[in-house]
């Protein structure tokens, strides 16, 4: 016989989305998200029904979880154990839903994320709650359909008595679709089904102000009454989750914060990771220690996580720290809400109303199905206990005839002939036990035929009344909840709680020094510690380093530092890392994202930007740039872009001043210039300035200050060969922008250039460095005189190569 090959082409595309629309449409409708009728996916509709069918019910003992993912497994769910146990696990976890559906024995896991132990060691059986989906369900109540091997059926939904979907939520991700629904309260959302019950024309509104809102396990605060008002009328959502936050005061230790009531799904351990890691690296003043005071007592969904406050902070500053471990770790969170379920075979994203019509036309099905199923029975009985009847009245015939018949069926059909029975009816006179034959039996089966009369009118008068199936359905469902009735757990605030952090408001005022090196270290020290500094050149730096910078400021500040390309940091004052004036400091790089060849020119401590001062930047080429301070207010912890530099250029000073001042700029050709600020343009953040100082070849600024208004100065400039001179403002005249300054130190050689100024008066005390080696310090009497005079005692072939100033005690 020949073997014919049929090829079949096909395009890939059209291939490829063929498959990928069936898996889509699998993933959607069998795994990921759960039926709108009993809250349910597949994987958890089937794991409660095979321990209904062994007998695992709450009433008998705990079986091994490893028995019932293999029956899951074997009979129903042909996908990997790990799944199966995976959603046995959710379903009896006591802090994920409001009524788990699965009574666990062992470690099922815990709020601090633990995993459950393997299957083998749990054990596990239905809750009480989980019946009350199962229940009737042998009554032909709902569909029932082959499984996938077909060697036993399986149900296609569960009568599911109480309104699952909305008492315990749940979440989940599918091709294209996602579902993220909250649990709430049972007994506000069976009141919300009794309400549609009786008027279908309920607004979605009026159910809304039944079920107010989710109701989680934990207990957490829920906010935002907008956002929970979208996801009941659009399907969509977000509103705010938070921890519930007691103030103690213990008569003999520190304040404490102390947090409960954890929002739904936050892990426990990771909130206090986090704020402990706020305490470590001193992200906020005012916090002692934190720590996790949680044991038994608080119960599978509580938790007490205490955090110790420092002495002596005020109310203010107290709300502050409380706002900002809101806005900073997981005890408050967002809860996003997407709620979408299989209505009809299909995912529909659903309004509260459509949730509560879904669930009571499926009820509706089930009591239908339920009372023909048992009105059948009852008529089945009734018609026995007809013929029971029948045949008691005519006792001695019934008898004489068994006893001449040949055998049952002869029987069976003398008496359906002589006694006008049927023969369902001649069957079960045959079947009756001879003590049965007693009058008061007789009796009873008189009773029991008024009886069945009775329940056949109820059961068709309910068939036949819609108005009594409702009245069943809401008798039943007010009854069911009783059991699992409890006062809200989650308090609604209809507002979201105002997070206004104020760092500054939780950090001690305290003036501090901050000290910066040439080569990029960074310490700050208190004043206590300056104040017993009693020589400028004991600090320890390395080979090469030298103080390029000491400011005074305050912890509460916040401090820009600004580098030679033109960007800046900014960084709270308090977070700088403390230490001591011999210590040579921390790397720069360590405490900002800063890189290693950037170069600090300029520190500049801003205690508000709320004011009308500017910064003005000066470049190693002599141009200048003023911007608003308030420009340079940033969250951003990275670079951020202070100055455009032109190439070449470099930044060279910053300071702040206002247009009331004028500007002295130093050069290291001995060049000094006055200016005033007025003439210099306010421009924004990103411009690169104009220039202010013209500068002969081989000339760099050194350095510029604000000077106010008629206000006489003295400018000291330092000479790399050791000696310095005094000049007073009288011999400096005002200059014109971008005009040259005046040569305020003539006769430089070419081997000699100014190495630093000072505007200052007195006298004073600094430090030379020597060679870039060497520091050394010195003192001087700075008076009203022109010839220079030596600051230092140089040896031959030796120079200054800087000079440090520290702030006056």
Same mark, same amino acid.
């Given at each position: 016989m020949?073997?014919?090959d049929k090829?079949?082409t096909v395009?890939?595309?059209?291939?490829?989305g063929?498959r990928?629309g069936?898996?889509?449409?699998y993933?959607?409708?069998?795994?990921?998200?759960p039926?709108?009728?009993?809250?349910? *996916?597949?994987?958890q509709?089937?794991?409660l029904y095979?321990?209904?069918l062994?007998?695992?019910t709450?009433?008998?003992?705990y079986?091994?979880s490893a028995?019932?993912v293999?029956d899951?497994?074997g009979?129903y769910?042909?996908?990997?154990?790990t799944?199966?146990?995976?959603?046995?696990v959710?379903?009896?976890q006591p802090?994920?839903?409001n009524? &788990?559906?699965i009574?666990?024995?062992?470690n099922w896991?815990?709020i601090?994320k633990?995993?459950?132990a393997?299957?083998r060691?749990?054990e596990?059986?239905?809750s009480?709650?989980?019946l009350?989906?199962?229940?009737?369900?042998k009554?032909?109540?709902?569909?029932?359909?082959a499984n996938?091997?077909?060697t036993?059926t399986?149900p296609v939904v569960?009568p599911?008595?109480?309104?699952?979907? #909305?008492?315990?939520?749940v979440?989940?991700?599918?091709s294209?679709?996602?579902t993220?629904?909250p &649990?709430h309260?049972?007994?506000d959302v069976v009141?919300a089904c009794?309400?549609?019950?009786?008027d279908?024309?309920?607004?979605?509104?009026?159910?809304?102000d039944i079920?107010?809102?989710?109701d989680?396990p934990? %207990?957490?605060?829920?906010m935002?009454i907008e956002?929970?008002?979208?996801?009941y009328?659009?399907?969509?959502?977000?509103?705010m989750?938070a921890?519930r936050v007691?103030?103690?005061r213990?008569s003999?230790?520190?304040?404490q914060?102390v947090?409960s009531?954890?929002p =739904?799904?936050?892990?426990k351990?990771?909130?206090?990771?986090?704020?402990?890691e706020i305490?470590l690296n001193k992200?906020?003043d005012g916090i002692?220690?934190?720590?996790d005071?949680?044991?038994?007592k608080?119960?599978?969904?509580?938790?007490?996580?205490?955090?110790e406050l420092?002495? %002596?902070?005020?109310?203010?500053?107290?709300?502050?720290i409380i706002?900002y471990l809101y806005?900073?770790?997981?005890?408050?969170s967002?809860?996003?809400a997407n709620m979408?379920a299989?209505?009809n075979?299909?995912?529909?994203?659903?309004?509260?109303k459509?949730f509560?019509s879904s669930?009571?036309?499926h009820?509706r099905?089930v009591?239908r199905?339920?009372t023909?199923?048992d009105?059948?029975r009852?008529k089945e009985?009734?018609?026995?206990?007809?013929?029971?009847?029948k045949?008691?009245n005519?006792l001695?015939?019934?008898?004489r005839i068994?006893?001449?018949s040949?055998?049952r069926?002869?029987?069976?059909?003398?008496?359906?002939e002589q006694?006008?029975?049927?023969?369902?009816?001649a069957n079960a006179? #045959?079947?009756l036990r001879?003590?049965r034959?007693?009058?008061l039996?007789?009796?009873?089966?008189q009773?029991?035929?008024?009886?069945?009369?009775?329940t056949i009118?109820h059961?068709?008068g309910?068939?036949?009344?819609?108005?009594r199936?409702?009245?069943?359905i809401q008798t039943?469902?007010?009854?069911y909840?009783k059991?699992y009735s409890?006062?809200r757990l989650s308090p609604?605030?209809?507002?979201t709680k105002?997070l206004n952090?104020?760092v500054?408001?939780t950090i001690?005022?305290?003036?501090?020094y901050?000290?910066?090196?040439?080569?990029?270290?960074?310490?700050?020290l208190s004043k206590?510690a300056?104040?017993?500094i009693?020589?400028?050149n004991a600090?320890n730096l390395?080979?090469?380093d030298?103080?390029?910078e000491t400011v005074?400021t305050?912890?509460?500040?916040t401090l #820009?530092?600004?580098?030679?390309?033109g960007?800046y940091y900014?960084?709270l004052?308090?977070?700088?890392p403390? %230490?001591?004036w011999?210590?040579?400091?921390? &790397?720069?790089?360590?405490?900002?994202?800063?890189?290693a060849?950037?170069k600090?020119?300029?520190l500049? &401590?801003?205690?508000?930007?709320e004011?009308d001062q500017?910064?003005c930047f000066v470049?190693?080429?002599g141009?200048? *740039?003023?911007?608003?301070?308030s420009?340079?207010?940033?969250d951003?912890s990275?670079?951020v872009?202070g100055?455009r530099?032109k190439e070449?250029?470099e930044l060279k000073h910053v300071f702040v001043?206002?247009d009331?001042?004028?500007?002295?700029?130093?050069?290291?050709?001995?060049?000094?210039?006055?200016?005033?600020?007025?003439e210099?343009?306010?421009t924004g953040k990103?411009s690169?300035?104009s220039?202010?100082?013209?500068?002969?070849r081989?000339?760099r600024?050194l =350095?510029a200050y604000?000077v106010e208004?008629?206000?006489?100065f003295?400018v000291v400039l330092?000479?790399? =060969?050791g000696?310095?001179?005094?000049v007073p403002?009288q011999r400096?005249?005002e200059?014109k922008?971008?005009?040259k300054?005046?040569?305020?130190?003539?006769g430089l050689g070419?081997?000699?250039?100014i190495?630093?100024s000072?505007?200052?008066?007195?006298?004073?005390?600094?430090?030379?460095?020597?060679d870039?080696q060497?520091?050394q310090?010195?003192e001087?009497?700075?008076s009203?005189?022109?010839a220079?005079?030596?600051?230092?005692?140089l040896?031959?072939?030796?120079v200054?190569?800087?000079?440090?100033w520290m702030?006056?005690k």
């Amino acid at each position: 016989m020949d073997t014919i090959d049929k090829t079949i082409t096909v395009d890939i595309s059209d291939l490829l989305g063929d498959r990928f629309g069936r898996y889509s449409k699998y993933t959607i409708q069998n795994r990921a998200i759960p039926d709108a009728r009993d809250g349910l *996916k597949p994987v958890q509709r089937r794991i409660l029904y095979s321990m209904f069918l062994a007998g695992n019910t709450p009433d008998k003992g705990y079986r091994k979880s490893a028995k019932t993912v293999g029956d899951v497994m074997g009979n129903y769910h042909p996908h990997g154990d790990t799944a199966i146990y995976d959603a046995m696990v959710h379903l009896a976890q006591p802090f994920k839903t409001n009524q &788990p559906l699965i009574d666990g024995h062992g470690n099922w896991g815990s709020i601090d994320k633990d995993p459950a132990a393997a299957m083998r060691y749990t054990e596990a059986r239905l809750s009480s709650y989980a019946l009350e989906l199962l229940q009737d369900i042998k009554k032909d109540t709902v569909k029932m359909v082959a499984n996938f091997d077909e060697t036993a059926t399986e149900p296609v939904v569960l009568p599911a008595r109480l309104p699952n979907l #909305l008492i315990n939520g749940v979440s989940g991700i599918a091709s294209g679709f996602s579902t993220n629904i909250p &649990p709430h309260n049972p007994r506000d959302v069976v009141q919300a089904c009794v309400a549609y019950l009786n008027d279908e024309d309920i607004s979605n509104q009026d159910l809304i102000d039944i079920i107010q809102a989710p109701d989680f396990p934990t %207990g957490c605060e829920v906010m935002d009454i907008e956002g929970i008002r979208s996801m009941y009328t659009t399907g969509s959502g977000s509103f705010m989750m938070a921890a519930r936050v007691e103030i103690e005061r213990p008569s003999k230790h520190n304040v404490q914060l102390v947090f409960s009531h954890l929002p =739904h799904n936050a892990v426990k351990q990771q909130i206090v990771v986090a704020l402990q890691e706020i305490v470590l690296n001193k992200d906020i003043d005012g916090i002692v220690e934190a720590r996790d005071e949680t044991d038994r007592k608080h119960g599978p969904t509580g938790a007490r996580i205490v955090v110790e406050l420092k002495k %002596g902070l005020s109310d203010e500053q107290i709300d502050s720290i409380i706002a900002y471990l809101y806005k900073n770790t997981d005890l408050m969170s967002h809860y996003r809400a997407n709620m979408t379920a299989i209505v009809n075979g299909s995912p529909e994203k659903l309004d509260l109303k459509r949730f509560v019509s879904s669930y009571i036309n499926h009820q509706r099905d089930v009591i239908r199905r339920r009372t023909q199923f048992d009105l059948a029975r009852t008529k089945e009985r009734f018609h026995i206990v007809e013929g029971y009847i029948k045949a008691l009245n005519r006792l001695d015939e019934v008898i004489r005839i068994i006893r001449e018949s040949k055998d049952r069926k002869d029987a069976v059909e003398q008496l359906t002939e002589q006694i006008d029975l049927t023969e369902v009816q001649a069957n079960a006179i #045959l079947d009756l036990r001879l003590y049965r034959l007693t009058n008061l039996e007789i009796e009873s089966f008189q009773k029991e035929w008024l009886d069945l009369q009775k329940t056949i009118k109820h059961l068709e008068g309910i068939l036949a009344s819609p108005k009594r199936l409702d009245k069943v359905i809401q008798t039943e469902m007010t009854e069911y909840v009783k059991l699992y009735s409890h006062p809200r757990l989650s308090p609604l605030k209809r507002q979201t709680k105002e997070l206004n952090v104020d760092v500054t408001m939780t950090i001690p005022e305290e003036e501090v020094y901050v000290v910066v090196t040439k080569n990029g270290y960074i310490k700050r020290l208190s004043k206590r510690a300056y104040m017993g500094i009693e020589r400028v050149n004991a600090i320890n730096l390395k080979l090469g380093d030298s103080v390029q910078e000491t400011v005074l400021t305050k912890t509460t500040d916040t401090l #820009l530092m600004f580098t030679a390309s033109g960007m800046y940091y900014s960084l709270l004052v308090h977070k700088l890392p403390e %230490g001591k004036w011999k210590d040579e400091g921390t &790397p720069l790089h360590t405490v900002v994202s800063m890189p290693a060849e950037e170069k600090i020119v300029s520190l500049i &401590p801003i205690s508000t930007f709320e004011t009308d001062q500017l910064l003005c930047f000066v470049t190693v080429e002599g141009l200048v *740039k003023k911007t608003a301070l308030s420009e340079y207010r940033t969250d951003r912890s990275v670079a951020v872009k202070g100055v455009r530099i032109k190439e070449g250029d470099e930044l060279k000073h910053v300071f702040v001043t206002t247009d009331d001042h004028r500007m002295v700029v130093t050069t290291q050709r001995g060049y000094i210039g006055v200016y005033q600020q007025a003439e210099i343009a306010t421009t924004g953040k990103s411009s690169s300035g104009s220039r202010v100082i013209s500068l002969t070849r081989n000339d760099r600024v050194l =350095h510029a200050y604000p000077v106010e208004q008629d206000v006489p100065f003295q400018v000291v400039l330092f000479e790399s =060969h050791g000696f310095f001179r005094v000049v007073p403002s009288q011999r400096l005249p005002e200059k014109k922008r971008g005009m040259k300054g005046t040569q305020a130190w003539k006769g430089l050689g070419s081997d000699g250039w100014i190495v630093g100024s000072l505007m200052a008066e007195g006298m004073q005390r600094g430090a030379c460095i020597i060679d870039n080696q060497t520091i050394q310090g010195f003192e001087i009497d700075v008076s009203q005189s022109s010839a220079p005079l030596p600051f230092v005692t140089l040896e031959p072939q030796s120079v200054v190569t800087g000079l440090v100033w520290m702030p006056e005690k």
